[in-house]
């Protein structure tokens, strides 16, 4: 029988989750997942960066990065289709939110995020949580 102080924190297992999430994406350079829990830890949405569903492209279209870029919808846009305002208490990414998705979450209410890994491009995201007062933690090898 399993010690109830042997399972794995809320964090770390908010983190995995978003993990496994992120192997549903299809993006070759960058899968990303995101899980979202209500005030009660009950998961209440898992999403993954990629194109809106079925649609289908040609190879060709995942070989240049920055042209594909406008075109991915984002895991945590995903994610906030989801739920509505005040539902989620905590979600969890693999890669930090970029700052637009950082304003979009400040907008549904959400109080903690959890990541794994930050993307060097945009840090705003940190900003806009503190101006919004919500609480952020990096999460780093579970």
């Given at each position: 029988?399993?010690?109830?102080?042997?399972?794995?924190?809320?964090?770390?297992?908010?983190?995995?989750?978003?993990?496994?999430?992120?192997?549903?994406?299809e993006?070759?350079?960058?899968?990303?997942?995101?899980?979202?829990?209500?005030?009660?830890?009950?998961?209440?949405?898992?999403?993954?960066?990629?194109?809106?569903?079925?649609?289908t492209?040609?190879?060709?279209?995942?070989?240049?990065?920055?042209?594909?870029?406008?075109?991915?919808?984002?895991?945590?846009?995903?994610?906030?289709?989801?739920?509505?305002?005040?539902?989620?208490?905590?979600?969890?990414?693999?890669?930090?939110?970029?700052?637009?998705?950082?304003?979009?979450?400040?907008?549904?209410?959400?109080?903690?995020?959890?990541?794994?890994?930050?993307?060097?491009?945009?840090?705003?995201?940190?900003?806009?949580?503190?101006?919004?007062g919500?609480?952020?933690?990096?999460?780093?090898?579970?």
């Amino acid at each position: 029988m399993t010690n109830a102080n042997d399972r794995i924190s809320w964090d770390d297992y908010a983190i995995k989750l978003a993990e496994v999430a992120s192997l549903r994406s299809e993006d070759p350079f960058k899968k990303v997942g995101a899980v979202a829990f209500d005030h009660d830890h009950r998961v209440i949405g898992v999403a993954y960066n990629g194109l809106a569903p079925g649609k289908t492209v040609d190879l060709n279209f995942w070989s240049n990065r920055d042209k594909r870029r406008p075109f991915m919808i984002h895991a945590e846009q995903n994610l906030l289709s989801l739920f509505k305002r005040g539902e989620c208490h905590t979600i969890a990414c693999t890669l930090l939110p970029c700052s637009s998705c950082a304003s979009m979450i400040a907008g549904y209410g959400i109080k903690r995020v959890l990541y794994k890994e930050e993307y060097e491009r945009d840090q705003t995201a940190h900003e806009i949580f503190s101006f919004y007062g919500i609480s952020t933690l990096k999460i780093v090898d579970i």
